[in-house]
């Protein structure tokens, strides 16, 4: 028989940031990717603090609600721990090796570079390709994680009625979907700025590799607690009024603009520790994620101020889109969508 293949099950990727948990569901036809499904679902405040999950139960509801509202049937998903929570190391293995050979090879490696016992670890690696310049060596990512960090991030999916059947790193997801903006062509560096709620990471990529990654301790969360403060609002309603522009006129000039100048200089304060630590002293574009890049006025402040061209990221830009999905809402979303893009390109690997 062997005539009909029976495809693998869909799998949702699932980021699970500081503020909401984003879910994203692609499908493929041809080179054609389609959002099927996504959803973003706001988390309580502390459920997940620093990248660790506090409230398990609290973060499992919202995968629940939020699987709810994606309309997905979906029951495998794609998860990620947070980069600072992952140790990556590049190794040179001798190429002639079987992979059983390999594999227990860099376990024993792995003892040098991992500051845990190795019990309480879960590691993965990956061949790379030759070294260069060795045709009789390969480079070897060497990729590993607290047991309990890992643990943690499956325990909420199952919660939430998914189970995981790949946990990634956060800092490859972006990675991989850096691909889908069109940017990493040629030599060109480009500076992938993620702003988050409460950390903005810079990730520097060349080719599509990251070369640099540096976090800082700030986000959209500071304009949310200013806009509670002086209009006596609570986050939902301060967050609502954003959305839908029916704060008070004072708004723009007393409370937005100061917010976008203290972004600007964050950003230019990330690149300078890179160009102080590196052979460059400039990048030649940059690219703003995570959900504080929709706020409106900030890529033409940073390109302005910075004088380097920059743009909001979009990876769902050149996807056709399912039945269920909306697509001013979608675009609204998508630059908070770059994790959860990546771990949903996971379905096809």
């Known amino acids: 028989m062997g005539l009909i293949t029976k495809s693998q099950p869909p799998r949702i990727g699932v ?4 503020t909401a ?3 994203l569901q692609l499908s493929k036809a041809g080179d054609r990717y389609r959002v099927e499904h996504y959803a973003i679902e706001p988390l309580p405040p502390n459920a997940v603090v620093d990248k660790n999950i506090v409230e398990l139960e609290a973060v499992g509801e919202a995968i629940k609600r939020a699987m709810a509202r994606s309309g997905s049937k979906a029951r495998h998903a794609i998860g990620a721990v947070a980069g600072s929570a992952a140790i990556t190391k590049l190794i040179p293995m001798p190429a002639d090796l079987t992979e059983e050979d390999l594999e227990s090879q860099v376990e024993l490696e792995a003892v040098n570079y991992i500051p845990y016992p190795i019990e309480e670890v879960s590691l993965d690696f990956e061949v790379l390709g030759p070294m260069p310049g060795n045709d009789e060596m ?4 060497l990729v590993a994680s607290r047991s309990e960090n890992v643990e943690s991030r499956a325990s909420v999916l199952e919660l939430g009625g998914l189970v995981a059947k790949v946990m990634d790193v956060e800092s490859f997801a972006i990675e991989n979907a850096f691909g889908l903006l069109g940017e990493a062509d040629g030599d060109r560096l480009v500076a992938l700025v993620d702003l988050g709620a409460t950390v903005t990471t810079l990730h520097v990529l060349r080719n599509g590799r990251t070369l640099y990654t540096r976090e800082q301790v700030f986000g959209g969360k500071q304009l949310d607690d200013e806009i509670m403060r002086r209009y006596g609002l609570n986050l939902e309603e301060a967050r609502q009024g954003k959305r839908q522009g029916t704060l008070p006129d004072t708004y723009q000039d007393e409370v937005l603009q100061p917010f976008r100048e203290a972004l600007v200089q964050q950003v230019s304060r990330l690149l300078q520790f890179f160009y102080a630590g590196s052979e460059f002293n400039r990048v030649d574009r940059i690219v703003l994620a995570g959900g504080t890049a929709a706020t409106p006025g900030v890529a033409p402040m940073v390109e302005e101020q910075l ?7 979009n990876p769902l830009a050149h996807m056709t889109l399912g039945p269920r999905v909306q697509a001013a809402a979608l675009a609204q979303d998508a630059p908070a969508l770059m994790i959860a893009a990546g771990l949903a390109l996971r379905n096809f690997d």
Do not use: N
């Not at 390969?138 to 990512?141: G, K, R, W």
């Not at 004088?307 to 990221?313: E, H, L, N, Q, R």
């Open 307 to 313: 004088g380097v061209p920059t743009t909001v990221a």
């Open 21 to 23: 948990v984003k879910l």
């Open 138 to 141: 390969v480079q070897v990512l």
């Open 15 to 18: 980021d699970i940031s500081s």
